[in-house]
């Protein structure tokens, strides 16, 4: 009795203990640094000193003062369409790898996943070096006669960002897709069929549905990333390569704004929970259905 | 005098030849610097160490905050010399990091250029803190070829004939320091409501006739290389000599507005536990061939020997303290964030 009474406790010592470090390391790790900079999103700048009085102001900043809304808009627009277009890609891509053989499969997946393998900034500078004017692409048009001139568009131009985003973060997307489908049973295509569908009809109604997890993954990972993306936009848009990412950015130089930057990151934090919630809503309700 | 006592009196010589050989290779203390890179050429410091028995331990920063961070944690107890520009100078003197110079010791004060010798910039209520040592500025590199004179003012970067052929360096601060020269302004760094609108505008309409802005001396020179481009508002003498070193045909040059200038000066630290090192130290740097020996190595102006080409530190407006730098960088997002 006595002894079974004191194992009671010492498993309930023991459930205690790992749910602490369960709850407690990414309290520790993850909430409490990114709750921090949600308390000095209320603090006060006064005369360049940062003051502990609780203000809403940088808030207010955002909504009415001079470009923070506009490029706030401007580039959530920008990464859902970076986002559109890499969904398909990626769709299309996983799709092509799919109907391989088990063994190519791997192959060419991890071939579009060399990529990852590489440091970012090198990549940017590459794409970089593709588009300049002086660039791969230009060299190449001009060599084979298509142009009479380089095409000076290409680079540092708002296409020249949408196209670095998407090549640079679309492995993202592939690979929750790819996992998405290839968790379909082979049995399932073939009993679509054996009943008579024709392979457009079993893409349609069996596997593009099954993949739905891998779509919103993928979604979700490429709007986040190019949404925060504040090197990128800066490196190869030229003029036009202000995004809200940036804005974030240089409010924690010489200018020393972090309740302004913590405010704003609080607003990009919460798109991008948004952005999280929206996905998760559109599984559950195809759960629903 | 027995065997015994000639051992005792050789010992004792030997021991006094050994003593007084020691005595003169033993170092006269040390000198600790707090530098930026290029301050303190191994050269300098073997060279220095052989002359002065002085021995040299260099610590280097990679920027401002860095510096007065170090300083500060030890009240200047760790460092002899440190090296500090004009615009950082006053906060140092402010708050006792840094002594005033001791005029009588720096005997090399003499080989400074005119425009250097006064130190007006770097004395407060009387005292000089500082001794101007490298300089350099926020210059116009030009393509040479499109502009076989140097373009006489700044007015050529706003030119529409050379739209999309120019770049611009993105630094809040220092582009509207910019945008205030281009315009005439007497006191870039303490700009009035009314000036801050013009500089705005001023900058936005630069904006659309860039290719694009770019950050630090590598990214300027490598959009430089792989696009048409022909002028660039830069970070420095380095950016020309740097195209120069890949072989494109540019020229830097100060135009008639004036520019931005930087100047480090030589200052000895408030906890300096052997200024006779460090004022040594600060006479040998001050030396022409020193001077010289940096500006080629390095590509700094010099305070002692004026490089060639480099003929326009009294054309420059020497960098100070900006009156709000969260409000430039406000005004900067704007400029950036407009069509």
Same mark, same amino acid.
């Given at each position: 009795m006595?002894?079974?009474?004191r194992?009671?406790?010492q +498993?309930?010592?023991?459930?205690?203990?790992?749910?602490?470090?369960?709850?407690?390391l990414?309290?520790?790790f993850?909430?409490?640094p990114?709750?921090s900079?949600?308390?000095?999103?209320?603090?006060?700048?006064q005369?360049g000193?940062?003051?502990l009085i609780?203000?809403?102001?940088?808030?207010? !900043?955002? #909504?009415?003062? =001079?470009s923070?809304?506009?490029?706030?808009l401007?580039?959530? =627009?920008l990464?859902?369409?970076?986002t559109?277009?890499?969904?398909?890609l990626?769709?299309?891509?996983?799709?092509?790898?799919?109907? @391989?053989?088990? @063994?190519?499969?791997f192959l060419?997946?991890?071939? #579009?996943? %060399?990529p990852?393998?590489m440091?970012?900034?090198?990549?940017?500078?590459?794409?970089?070096s593709? %588009? =300049?004017? @002086?660039g791969?692409?230009?060299?190449?048009?001009?060599?084979?006669?298509?142009? +009479?001139q380089?095409?000076?568009?290409l680079?540092?131009?708002?296409?020249a960002? /949408?196209?670095? %985003?998407?090549?640079?973060?679309l492995?993202?997307?592939?690979?929750?897709?790819?996992?998405?489908?290839?968790r379909?049973?082979?049995n399932?295509?073939?009993?679509?069929a +054996?009943?008579?569908?024709?392979?457009?009809?079993t893409?349609?109604?069996?596997?593009?549905?099954?993949?739905?997890?891998?779509i919103?993954?993928?979604?979700?990972?490429? #709007?986040?990333? !190019?949404?925060?993306d504040?090197?990128?936009?800066?490196?190869?848009? =030229?003029?036009?390569?202000?995004?809200?990412? @940036?804005i974030? /950015?240089?409010?924690?130089?010489?200018?020393l704004?972090?309740?302004?930057?913590?405010?704003l990151?609080?607003?990009?934090?919460?798109t991008?929970?948004l952005?999280?919630a929206?996905a998760?809503?559109?599984?559950r309700?195809?759960?629903v259905r | 005098?027995?065997?015994?006592?000639?051992?005792?009196?050789?010992?004792l010589?030997?021991?006094?030849?050994l003593?007084?050989?020691?005595a003169?290779?033993?170092p006269?203390?040390e000198?600790?610097?707090?530098?930026?890179e *290029?301050y303190?050429?191994?050269?300098?410091?073997?060279?220095?160490?052989?002359?002065t *028995?002085i021995?040299?331990?260099?610590?280097y920063?990679?920027?401002?905050?860095?510096?007065?961070?170090?300083m500060?944690?030890s009240?200047?107890k760790?460092?002899?010399?440190v090296t500090?520009d004009?615009?950082?100078?006053?906060?140092?003197?402010?708050?006792?990091l840094?002594?005033p110079?001791d005029k009588?010791k720096?005997?090399?004060?003499?080989n400074?250029?005119?425009e250097?010798?006064g130190?007006?910039?770097?004395?407060?209520?009387?005292?000089?803190?500082g001794?101007?040592?490298?300089?350099?500025s926020l210059?116009?590199?030009?393509d040479?070829?499109?502009?076989p004179?140097? $373009?006489?003012s700044?007015e050529?970067?706003?030119? $529409?004939?050379?739209?999309?052929?120019?770049?611009?360096?993105?630094?809040?601060?220092?582009?509207?320091?910019? *945008?205030?020269?281009?315009?005439?302004?007497?006191?870039?760094?303490?700009?009035?409501?009314?000036?801050?609108?013009?500089?705005?505008?001023?900058l936005?309409?630069?904006?659309?006739?860039?290719?694009?802005?770019?950050?630090?001396?590598?990214?300027?020179?490598?959009?430089?290389?792989?696009?048409d481009?022909?002028?660039m508002?830069?970070?420095g003498?380095?950016?020309a000599?740097?195209?120069?070193?890949?072989g494109?045909?540019?020229?830097?040059?100060?135009?008639?507005?004036?520019?931005?200038?930087?100047?480090?000066?030589?200052?000895?630290?408030? *906890?300096?536990?052997? $200024?006779?090192?460090?004022?040594?130290?600060?006479?040998f740097?001050l030396?022409?061939?020193?001077g010289?020996?940096?500006?080629?190595?390095?590509?700094?102006?010099?305070?002692?020997?004026?490089?060639e080409?480099m003929?326009?530190?009294?054309?420059?407006?020497?960098?100070?303290? $900006?009156?709000?730098?969260?409000?430039?960088?406000?005004?900067?997002?704007e400029?950036?964030?407009?069509?």
């Amino acid at each position: 009795m006595n002894t079974s009474l004191r194992r009671d406790r010492q +498993d309930l010592l023991r459930a205690g203990l790992g749910h602490a470090l369960n709850l407690g390391l990414p309290l520790l790790f993850v909430v409490i640094p990114i709750l921090s900079f949600v308390v000095v999103s209320f603090w006060t700048l006064q005369d360049g000193q940062i003051l502990l009085i609780p203000t809403l102001a940088n808030y207010r !900043t955002f #909504f009415t003062d =001079g470009s923070y809304l506009p490029v706030y808009l401007q580039t959530v =627009g920008l990464s859902l369409q970076v986002t559109l277009v890499n969904v398909a890609l990626s769709t299309a891509i996983a799709l092509f790898i799919f109907r @391989r053989t088990p @063994r190519m499969r791997f192959l060419i997946l991890m071939s #579009f996943m %060399l990529p990852l393998f590489m440091s970012y900034i090198i990549k940017v500078y590459s794409i970089r070096s593709i %588009l =300049g004017q @002086r660039g791969l692409l230009n060299e190449a048009m001009l060599g084979l006669g298509l142009i +009479d001139q380089p095409i000076e568009a290409l680079l540092f131009s708002r296409t020249a960002i /949408f196209i670095a %985003l998407a090549v640079l973060y679309l492995p993202y997307a592939i690979l929750p897709m790819y996992l998405a489908l290839d968790r379909i049973p082979a049995n399932y295509l073939a009993a679509s069929a +054996d009943l008579g569908a024709t392979p457009i009809q079993t893409l349609r109604d069996v596997v593009l549905p099954l993949g739905r997890p891998g779509i919103a993954a993928g979604a979700v990972f490429t #709007f986040i990333l !190019t949404f925060g993306d504040f090197v990128t936009p800066q490196m190869v848009g =030229g003029t036009q390569g202000f995004t809200f990412g @940036r804005i974030v /950015f240089s409010q924690f130089g010489l200018a020393l704004n972090w309740p302004l930057g913590s405010a704003l990151a609080v607003i990009l934090l919460a798109t991008t929970l948004l952005a999280v919630a929206l996905a998760g809503l559109s599984l559950r309700r195809e759960h629903v259905r | 005098m027995n065997w015994m006592s000639r051992a005792v009196a050789a010992s004792l010589t030997t021991l006094t030849l050994l003593s007084s050989a020691a005595a003169v290779a033993q170092p006269k203390g040390e000198v600790r610097l707090l530098a930026y890179e *290029g301050y303190a050429d191994p050269a300098w410091v073997e060279e220095f160490e052989k002359e002065t *028995g002085i021995a040299v331990k260099v610590t280097y920063v990679g920027g401002v905050d860095e510096q007065i961070a170090k300083m500060k944690a030890s009240n200047g107890k760790d460092y002899d010399v440190v090296t500090i520009d004009t615009a950082s100078l006053k906060a140092y003197a402010d708050q006792k990091l840094i002594a005033p110079i001791d005029k009588a010791k720096l005997t090399s004060a003499g080989n400074l250029l005119p425009e250097f010798r006064g130190m007006a910039n770097a004395t407060f209520d009387g005292a000089t803190y500082g001794v101007p040592w490298a300089w350099g500025s926020l210059g116009m590199v030009y393509d040479k070829k499109t502009f076989p004179t140097a $373009p006489e003012s700044w007015e050529v970067l706003w030119d $529409p004939k050379y739209k999309g052929k120019v770049i611009s360096l993105d630094d809040a601060n220092n582009a509207i320091n910019f *945008g205030a020269i281009v315009l005439g302004m007497k006191d870039p760094f303490h700009l009035t409501d009314a000036q801050f609108a013009q500089v705005k505008d001023k900058l936005i309409a630069l904006k659309r006739n860039l290719l694009t802005y770019f950050a630090g001396f590598d990214e300027g020179t490598t959009i430089w290389t792989e696009n048409d481009v022909v002028l660039m508002f830069s970070m420095g003498e380095l950016a020309a000599i740097n195209l120069q070193k890949k072989g494109f045909d540019v020229g830097y040059a100060i135009p008639k507005e004036g520019a931005v200038g930087w100047l480090d000066n030589l200052t000895v630290s408030a *906890g300096t536990s052997n $200024p006779d090192a460090a004022y040594a130290w600060m006479n040998f740097v001050l030396q022409k061939k020193i001077g010289a020996d940096m500006a080629k190595k390095f590509g700094y102006g010099s305070t002692t020997d004026a490089p060639e080409g480099m003929d326009y530190a009294s054309r420059l407006i020497w960098a100070d303290n $900006p009156e709000d730098y969260t409000r430039r960088q406000a005004i900067w997002n704007e400029v950036k964030a407009a069509e």
